[in-house]
């Protein structure tokens, strides 16, 4: 039987990329679409996703699944081989309870962090530093946060690993350092080294004049109002 | 061997109620232990040293945090009876979709509408175009859920004990604008006991907001 897979993203969303990674895992052929979502987006998107009208959206078989965790849940739950996550109920909760603390707290924070004022930027740095202690503790001596290969858990810390280094790096200033941080440190390398991640991120010399166009335009915005 | 439950709750959050329903509607016996959220006990600080909230669900020893992690827990562990969630992917899909949307809009709204401050027309409007979205999902169906009560009935069927307060701090009616969805909720306590039994009195949660925004210095 014939499986249509598509993703509409775009190519630069840390949100997007948790999709294309979770199908690329399961070894998924899908046709991505790349939406404009700075600029027109499409009528599909629209139609597939009215309620928040953002990508990525899911469409298995002509049916529409939006919210990243809730497409990586159902990825999960729809190709069963080569899992991500835990089987024991409760291994399976202190995943998603990561999870969420990443979606809700980690990325969030560090995000506001690498974009926010000089005069803010203290405060929220300290409050990503904490969250970052916090998340290098799940780690608990594993090379992955699903132990010996990517789980769940890393997939959505990418926003983390790789985005967020990015952004830093443009605005000069260092949180996750190697330093400080030496096991999440040391994860970020060995996720972004993994070739089923090295091919499907979104090339850093492509992705940093991108995200330093997004904060010159929000510094512009800003600096006007 | 018998499981060992113990619920700290704290019993106006909407989020512990959803807690409660889903125990209540498995048949599982369980302790509950009311938190003071001024004066955290010494266990809710080490079983969720994290977030440092309630509900926590402590299932033989072991916590689980989060309200909707822990119904996804109760509905995976506790699978005789009842079912939470759907057992196809893209219903489960649908269903956590409208689970995430509750969470992401009503319990930050409505604390803007019955705090009271500069941005509370805002928030009112906000909160019945939710309503009126969610409304809109329900449709002719009995529940969220089809027949029977689902994990999106649970996750908002909560918030409706604290529309009075909503309404009174803000002077305006959710009933006018969301008449189906009101109808949902009391077919809801009707029909489920555990829904009943799980629901402070509005007008219990209309007081403890009053003292609340004593406490705070809002009134």
């Known amino acids: 039987m014939g499986e249509e897979v598509k993703l509409f993203g775009y190519w630069a969303s840390p949100y997007s990329y948790r999709a294309e990674l979770a199908l690329k895992l399961k070894g998924v052929s899908y046709e991505y679409i790349n939406e404009d979502i700075f600029g027109n987006k499409s009528d599909l998107l629209l139609k597939y996703n009215p309620v928040h009208k953002k990508v990525p959206v899911l469409l298995h078989n002509g049916k529409p699944i939006v919210e990243s965790l809730v497409i990586l849940e159902y990825i999960e739950e729809t190709w069963k081989h080569n899992p991500y996550l835990p089987q024991d109920p409760y291994d399976k909760a202190t995943a998603r309870f990561w999870i969420k603390f990443i979606d809700e707290k980690c990325f969030p924070t560090l995000w506001l962090a690498a974009w926010s004022a000089e005069n803010e930027r203290e405060k929220v740095t300290n409050e990503a530093c904490e969250y970052l202690k916090t998340l290098e503790s799940a780690l608990n001596g594993k090379k992955f946060f699903g132990g010996e290969t990517i789980g769940m858990v890393d997939i959505v810390a990418s926003s983390v690993g790789y985005f967020i280094r990015v952004t830093q790096e443009i605005m000069g200033i260092n949180l996750l350092s190697a330093d400080k941080f030496p096991q999440l440190f040391q994860w970020s390398e060995d996720f972004a080294n993994c070739s089923i991640v090295k091919e499907s991120l979104p090339p850093r010399d492509k992705l940093l004049p991108f995200v330093k166009g997004l904060i010159a335009k929000y510094q512009q915005d800003n600096a006007k109002a | ?219």
């Open chain 2, 1 to 219: 061997m018998e499981d060992e439950v113990v619920l700290l709750d704290f019993w106006p959050s909407s989020f512990a109620m959803r807690v409660k329903i889903a125990l209540g509607e498995k048949g599982i016996k369980y302790k509950c232990k009311q938190e003071d959220l001024f004066n955290k006990s010494t266990l809710l600080l080490e079983m969720n040293p994290i977030h440092k909230k309630i509900p926590v669900l402590i299932h033989n020893g072991k916590p689980i945090s989060e309200s909707l992690i822990i119904l996804q827990y109760i509905d995976q562990v506790w699978n005789h009876k009842s079912p939470l969630l759907p057992s196809d992917p893209y219903q489960r899909s649908q269903a956590l979709f409208w689970a995430d949307y509750i969470d992401k809009k009503i319990y930050s709204i409505g604390r803007r509408v019955w705090m009271g401050k500069e941005d509370q027309e805002e928030a009112k409007e906000e909160l019945m175009q939710c309503l009126k979205t969610l409304e809109r999902e329900l449709g002719d169906k009995l529940y969220f859920g089809g027949q029977n009560i689902g994990v999106v009935d649970v996750a908002l069927v909560p918030f409706t004990t604290w529309f009075y307060s909503y309404e009174t701090c803000g002077n305006f009616s959710i009933e006018a604008g969301c008449p189906k969805l009101v109808a949902w909720a009391k077919r809801c306590k009707e029909n489920y006991r555990s829904v009943s039994e799980a629901l402070p009195h509005p007008l219990q949660i209309y007081e403890y907001v009053m003292e609340l925004k004593k406490r705070l210095g809002l009134v």
